[in-house]
Protein backbone atom coordinates (compact mmCIF):
# COMPACT_ATOMS: atom_id res chain seq x y z
CA UNK A 1 0.00 0.00 0.00
CA UNK A 2 1.35 3.60 -1.43
CA UNK A 3 1.17 5.79 1.80
CA UNK A 4 2.17 9.66 2.30
CA UNK A 5 3.89 11.83 -0.52
CA UNK A 6 3.74 8.67 -2.71
CA UNK A 7 0.06 8.92 -2.83
CA UNK A 8 0.24 12.52 -3.25
CA UNK A 9 2.28 12.16 -5.87
CA UNK A 10 0.07 9.74 -7.94
CA UNK A 11 -3.28 11.56 -7.43
CA UNK A 12 -1.47 14.60 -8.26
CA UNK A 13 -0.11 13.09 -11.62
CA UNK A 14 -3.84 12.60 -12.44
CA UNK A 15 -5.31 15.44 -11.29
CA UNK A 16 -5.76 17.54 -14.29
CA UNK A 17 -7.95 20.04 -12.50
CA UNK A 18 -5.28 20.68 -9.76
CA UNK A 19 -2.62 21.13 -12.42
CA UNK A 20 -4.03 23.46 -14.14
CA UNK A 21 -4.64 25.87 -11.25
CA UNK A 22 -0.91 25.20 -10.53
CA UNK A 23 -0.92 23.55 -7.84
CA UNK A 24 2.17 21.92 -5.66
CA UNK A 25 2.76 20.22 -2.94
CA UNK A 26 4.79 21.23 -0.37
CA UNK A 27 5.00 19.23 2.82
CA UNK A 28 3.10 15.95 2.65
CA UNK A 29 2.79 13.66 6.27
CA UNK A 30 0.12 11.28 6.47
CA UNK A 31 -3.45 12.81 7.31
CA UNK A 32 -1.92 16.18 6.59
CA UNK A 33 -0.18 18.38 4.04
CA UNK A 34 0.33 21.82 2.53
CA UNK A 35 0.12 22.52 -0.70
CA UNK A 36 0.42 25.87 -2.66
CA UNK A 37 -0.57 27.79 -5.76
CA UNK A 38 0.02 31.83 -7.16
CA UNK A 39 -2.92 33.74 -7.79
CA UNK A 40 -2.68 34.69 -11.63
CA UNK A 41 -4.84 37.37 -13.52
CA UNK A 42 -6.96 34.57 -15.20
CA UNK A 43 -8.38 33.91 -11.25
CA UNK A 44 -9.85 36.73 -10.63
CA UNK A 45 -13.62 37.72 -10.98
CA UNK A 46 -15.07 41.24 -11.12
CA UNK A 47 -14.45 42.96 -8.45
CA UNK A 48 -10.26 42.53 -9.33
CA UNK A 49 -9.97 40.07 -6.51
CA UNK A 50 -9.90 35.88 -6.40
CA UNK A 51 -12.79 34.16 -7.24
CA UNK A 52 -13.85 32.45 -4.42
CA UNK A 53 -13.32 28.96 -5.87
CA UNK A 54 -9.60 29.53 -6.20
CA UNK A 55 -9.49 29.27 -2.05
CA UNK A 56 -12.39 26.56 -2.46
CA UNK A 57 -10.54 24.31 -5.28
CA UNK A 58 -6.86 24.94 -2.99
CA UNK A 59 -8.63 23.67 0.25
CA UNK A 60 -10.50 20.99 -1.48
CA UNK A 61 -7.37 19.72 -3.60
CA UNK A 62 -5.77 19.91 0.29
CA UNK A 63 -8.41 17.82 1.89
CA UNK A 64 -8.24 15.10 -0.86
CA UNK A 65 -4.36 15.01 -0.42
CA UNK A 66 -4.55 14.97 3.38
CA UNK A 67 -7.30 12.30 3.75
CA UNK A 68 -5.85 9.79 1.01
CA UNK A 69 -2.42 10.23 2.36
CA UNK A 70 -2.64 7.88 4.94
CA UNK A 71 -2.98 5.08 1.73
CA UNK A 72 -6.56 4.88 2.01
CA UNK A 73 -8.98 5.72 -0.46
CA UNK A 74 -11.22 8.85 0.51
CA UNK A 75 -13.52 10.94 -0.84
CA UNK A 76 -15.24 14.00 0.72
CA UNK A 77 -18.88 14.00 1.42
CA UNK A 78 -19.03 17.24 3.13
CA UNK A 79 -17.23 20.91 3.00
CA UNK A 80 -17.56 24.60 3.77
CA UNK A 81 -15.91 27.27 3.70
CA UNK A 82 -15.19 30.96 5.10
CA UNK A 83 -13.42 33.48 3.31
CA UNK A 84 -12.13 36.26 5.77
CA UNK A 85 -9.43 38.13 3.84
CA UNK A 86 -9.38 38.78 -0.32
CA UNK A 87 -6.88 37.59 -2.55
CA UNK A 88 -5.00 39.64 -5.11
CA UNK A 89 -3.02 38.69 -8.33
CA UNK A 90 0.21 37.49 -7.14
CA UNK A 91 -0.35 36.35 -4.16
CA UNK A 92 1.42 33.21 -2.91
CA UNK A 93 -1.38 30.84 -1.14
CA UNK A 94 -0.57 28.19 0.98
CA UNK A 95 -3.18 25.67 2.09
CA UNK A 96 -2.69 23.68 5.27
CA UNK A 97 -4.58 20.36 5.99
CA UNK A 98 -5.01 18.51 8.83
CA UNK A 99 -6.50 15.95 10.32
CA UNK A 100 -9.08 17.11 13.32
CA UNK A 101 -10.79 13.34 14.00
CA UNK A 102 -11.80 9.88 12.27
CA UNK A 103 -13.32 7.24 13.00
CA UNK A 104 -13.45 3.91 10.98
CA UNK A 105 -15.00 5.50 8.09
CA UNK A 106 -14.92 8.93 8.74
CA UNK A 107 -12.42 11.32 9.07
CA UNK A 108 -12.91 15.65 9.92
CA UNK A 109 -9.88 17.60 8.62
CA UNK A 110 -9.71 21.55 8.83
CA UNK A 111 -7.93 23.32 5.96
CA UNK A 112 -6.54 26.90 6.93
CA UNK A 113 -5.58 28.69 3.45
CA UNK A 114 -2.60 31.39 4.00
CA UNK A 115 -0.88 34.15 1.89
CA UNK A 116 2.54 34.86 1.68
CA UNK A 117 2.60 37.20 4.65
CA UNK A 118 1.14 34.30 6.95
CA UNK A 119 -2.66 36.02 6.90
CA UNK A 120 -5.04 33.57 7.14
CA UNK A 121 -7.47 34.58 4.07
CA UNK A 122 -9.79 31.60 4.64
CA UNK A 123 -10.89 28.31 6.63
CA UNK A 124 -12.05 25.29 5.40
CA UNK A 125 -13.47 22.56 6.94
CA UNK A 126 -14.20 18.79 5.38
CA UNK A 127 -15.20 15.28 5.85
CA UNK A 128 -14.72 12.35 3.99
CA UNK A 129 -15.86 8.76 3.76
CA UNK A 130 -13.18 6.59 3.87
CA UNK A 131 -13.71 3.44 1.28
CA UNK A 132 -12.62 0.10 1.24
CA UNK A 133 -9.94 0.58 -1.03
CA UNK A 134 -6.38 1.46 -0.38
CA UNK A 135 -3.71 3.21 -2.69
CA UNK A 136 -1.25 0.42 -4.43
Known amino acids: MLKGKQVVDKMLSQDEFSKNL ?6 ITENSCKISLTVSKSMVNGFG ?12 SALAFASNSNGIKSVSIETQISHLSK ?33 LVAHFKGTVCKTKNTWE
Open 49 to 60: IAHGGITYSLAD
Open 22 to 27: GISAKE
Open 87 to 119: VLVGDVLMAEAKLIKETKTLGWYEVAILNQENK
